[in-house]
């Protein structure tokens, strides 16, 4: 018999296990994005049901605690923050616009004498 590499026989050579050495496991923790996500989907929703006054509201709320607490869900925070202050907006532009037009139907119907 043939001796090869370091006292090992041929037949030796191919049935040893061969080692592998693999890059060790990396497990990332994300953070949690709760509030921020949550903000976000309201805000998405308060297109839907925004005449209910109550789910833009608490999206910004929802948005900017998950803006000041959550940095990992920056993104979702200020998106929210975005769309829920346009459902509000848009709310407080129908108010102002109701309020005009009874004021003006009062003036008009008072200049008539009614």
């Given at each position: 018999m043939r001796i090869y590499e370091?006292?090992?026989?041929?037949?030796d050579r191919y049935t040893q296990q061969?080692?592998?050495c693999y890059p060790p496991t990396v497990i990332v923790q994300t953070r949690p994005k709760?509030?921020?996500i949550s903000g976000f989907v309201l805000g998405f929703v308060s297109f839907g049901f925004g005449?209910?006054?109550?789910?833009?509201?608490?999206?910004?709320i929802l948005s900017g605690l998950g803006?000041?607490?959550e940095p990992s869900g920056k993104t979702f925070a200020i998106w929210g923050l975005v769309l829920n202050g346009l459902a509000v907006l848009g709310w407080l532009i129908g108010v102002i616009l109701i309020v005009a037009t009874?004021?003006?139907?009062?003036?008009?119907?008072?200049s008539y004498g009614y």
């Open positions: 370091r006292g090992t026989t041929l037949s061969q080692y592998y709760g509030r921020s005449w209910t006054l109550i789910v833009p509201v608490v999206g910004l803006l000041q607490r009874f004021q003006a139907a009062h003036a008009i119907s008072s």
